[in-house]
């Protein structure tokens, strides 16, 4: 068979991946990768070549430790301190960059392939492996090993820090069981204290609960958006922020507060499955209760936010009766019902790789209210500021995906496609007879 006939045979079998150009296919446009496409292809390189790295530090380390195990296990510490050195000075690197490499190479190696895989294939970068590592490495072995899969799976469809963020919420839900008895005995060490770092300024820290921490932080930076509207002033949001604070520690007084950023209380977004409010034999053995920006919290704490309607939105994830989803174009503005949808639903900002609260962000009109858009549940999505701007001034186009739940579709000038998930799915329930359990 000669040349032609076996390359046509490979070609046709679907064994040759790549196309050669060699005047056979006339009709054939050569592919041409625009500037994004190059950057990308750079990218998935540079996660192939780490994969290869740590392997290969690995191999360093493993092969260095049987040439010397003649010697005895004690000898071990010095030689593992000596490949150390030898990284660090081979890749100019200081001892402590060098040894955390050896530590993810033989974690990945070892005891965690299919994420070393997964890196090595570029469908994960570097920065997640090395999270997903730190995550896992702290946990008893049974835990890691059932973390791993669901976390290598959002890990590839997400940015480092909502990897994070995600992965942090993953091990919290798995651990549920113990939180009540692990947050009593984190709770004993709450305390406080001030760090000096010159010029007539100090840092001041406070150790307590997550809830606590985020509710008062939210608090001060409403009164502070409060009075940064006001005319004729000219101080930083941060800066108005340190003096609210500072303020209602020293005096505890809003007197001096304009009328508008007086009697603001914080708000904290509680969801808890409607069981586990339930006080009765079995309910621990449900979802856990989540704190938006916080992540799972102990039951007993969640049951007493619930009995605080005030200052608390709860949402119970069980059939409710008279919800509100829309209002269509009779009014531009959602109302509350809506708009607590809208952010408990989303989470954070439905930006791609926002870590915005959604509580902080503006609620806008997927599409456009002048171009004819609902003030609907399917129509609205958190914002920040500046994904708010990039959507009407950036050439970006969004959509919400019909029937994901809420999920948007992001279209970049350069045409490539970005789909942002929200961290929640309004229950839809059917009658009893529609077939189906409610999803």
């Not at 399917?378 to 500046?386: M, Q, R, T």
């Given at each position: 068979m000669d040349e032609d006939a076996n390359f046509d045979e490979a070609l046709s079998s679907g064994d040759?991946?790549?196309?050669?150009?060699?005047?056979?296919?006339?009709?054939?446009?050569?592919?041409?990768?625009?500037?994004?496409?190059?950057?990308?292809?750079?990218?998935?390189?540079?996660?192939?070549?780490?994969?290869?790295?740590?392997q290969r530090i690995d191999g360093l380390r493993v092969r260095a430790l049987a040439d010397a195990a003649r010697?005895?296990?004690?000898?071990?510490p010095v030689i593992e301190r000596s490949v150390r050195l030898e990284l660090s000075a081979a890749l100019r690197v200081g001892e402590t960059v060098a040894g955390g490499m050896m530590a993810v190479a033989e974690a990945l190696v070892h005891r965690y392939p299919t994420v070393l895989d997964a890196l090595g294939h570029a469908q994960i970068t570097?920065?997640?492996?090395?999270?997903?590592?730190?995550?896992?490495?702290?946990?008893?072995?049974?835990?890691?090993?059932?973390?791993?899969?669901?976390?290598?799976?959002i890990a590839e469809e997400t940015t480092v820090a909502a990897f994070r963020r995600a992965l942090t919420t993953l091990i919290e839900t798995e651990r549920a069981q113990t939180l009540a008895e692990r947050h009593a005995e984190a709770l004993t060490s709450r305390r406080t204290a001030v760090e000096n770092v010159g010029d007539g300024?100090?840092?001041?820290?406070?150790?307590?609960?997550?809830?606590?921490?985020?509710?008062?932080?939210?608090?001060?930076?409403?009164?502070?958006?409060?009075?940064?509207?006001?005319p004729g002033e000219d101080r930083t949001l941060d800066q108005v922020r340190a003096d609210v604070f500072a303020d209602l520690l020293i005096d505890g007084d809003t007197g001096c507060l304009p009328p508008t950023a007086r009697g603001i209380r914080p708000t904290v977004v509680?969801?808890?499955?409607?069981?586990?409010?339930?006080?009765?034999?079995?309910?621990?053995?449900?979802?856990p209760a989540v704190v938006e920006g916080v992540g799972p919290i102990p039951l007993e704490r969640a049951r007493e936010l619930c009995?605080?309607?005030?200052?608390?939105?709860?949402?119970?994830?069980?059939?409710?009766?008279?919800?509100?989803?829309?209002?269509g174009r009779d009014r531009y503005d959602p109302p509350k019902?809506?708009?607590?949808?809208?952010?408990?639903?989303?989470?954070?900002?439905?930006?791609?790789?926002?870590?915005?609260?959604?509580?902080?962000c503006e609620i806008d009109h997927t599409l456009a209210w002048v171009d004819g858009g609902s003030t609907s549940l399917a129509n609205l999505a958190p914002l920040c500021k500046g994904h708010h701007t990039i959507?009407?001034?950036?050439?970006?186009?969004?959509?919400?995906?019909?029937?994901?739940?809420?999920?948007?579709?992001?279209?970049?000038p350069s045409g490539r496609q970005y789909v942002v998930k929200p961290e929640r799915r309004v229950p839809a329930f059917r009658p009893a007879d529609a077939g189906d359990a409610p999803f």
């Amino acid at each position: 068979m000669d040349e032609d006939a076996n390359f046509d045979e490979a070609l046709s079998s679907g064994d040759v991946g790549w196309h050669v150009d060699d005047g056979r296919f006339p009709d054939t446009e050569p592919y041409i990768p625009d500037d994004v496409s190059l950057v990308v292809e750079t990218a998935n390189m540079v996660s192939v070549f780490a994969a290869e790295r740590y392997q290969r530090i690995d191999g360093l380390r493993v092969r260095a430790l049987a040439d010397a195990a003649r010697y005895g296990d004690a000898i071990a510490p010095v030689i593992e301190r000596s490949v150390r050195l030898e990284l660090s000075a081979a890749l100019r690197v200081g001892e402590t960059v060098a040894g955390g490499m050896m530590a993810v190479a033989e974690a990945l190696v070892h005891r965690y392939p299919t994420v070393l895989d997964a890196l090595g294939h570029a469908q994960i970068t570097d920065d997640h492996a090395r999270a997903l590592v730190a995550g896992v490495e702290v946990l008893e072995p049974a835990l890691a090993e059932k973390i791993v899969p669901p976390a290598l799976a959002i890990a590839e469809e997400t940015t480092v820090a909502a990897f994070r963020r995600a992965l942090t919420t993953l091990i919290e839900t798995e651990r549920a069981q113990t939180l009540a008895e692990r947050h009593a005995e984190a709770l004993t060490s709450r305390r406080t204290a001030v760090e000096n770092v010159g010029d007539g300024m100090a840092w001041f820290h406070a150790y307590l609960p997550a809830v606590e921490a985020h509710a008062i932080y939210g608090r001060i930076t409403t009164i502070a958006k409060t009075i940064t509207r006001q005319p004729g002033e000219d101080r930083t949001l941060d800066q108005v922020r340190a003096d609210v604070f500072a303020d209602l520690l020293i005096d505890g007084d809003t007197g001096c507060l304009p009328p508008t950023a007086r009697g603001i209380r914080p708000t904290v977004v509680v969801t808890v499955p409607a069981l586990s409010v339930l006080s009765g034999e079995g309910a621990e053995g449900g979802d856990p209760a989540v704190v938006e920006g916080v992540g799972p919290i102990p039951l007993e704490r969640a049951r007493e936010l619930c009995g605080q309607a005030r200052d608390w939105i709860r949402v119970l994830t069980h059939p409710e009766t008279g919800m509100v989803l829309s209002v269509g174009r009779d009014r531009y503005d959602p109302p509350k019902m809506i708009r607590d949808l809208v952010t408990w639903r989303a989470d954070r900002c439905m930006g791609p790789g926002c870590g915005m609260p959604a509580s902080r962000c503006e609620i806008d009109h997927t599409l456009a209210w002048v171009d004819g858009g609902s003030t609907s549940l399917a129509n609205l999505a958190p914002l920040c500021k500046g994904h708010h701007t990039i959507k009407h001034h950036g050439g970006w186009r969004i959509r919400q995906v019909p029937g994901s739940g809420g999920a948007i579709e992001w279209t970049s000038p350069s045409g490539r496609q970005y789909v942002v998930k929200p961290e929640r799915r309004v229950p839809a329930f059917r009658p009893a007879d529609a077939g189906d359990a409610p999803f």
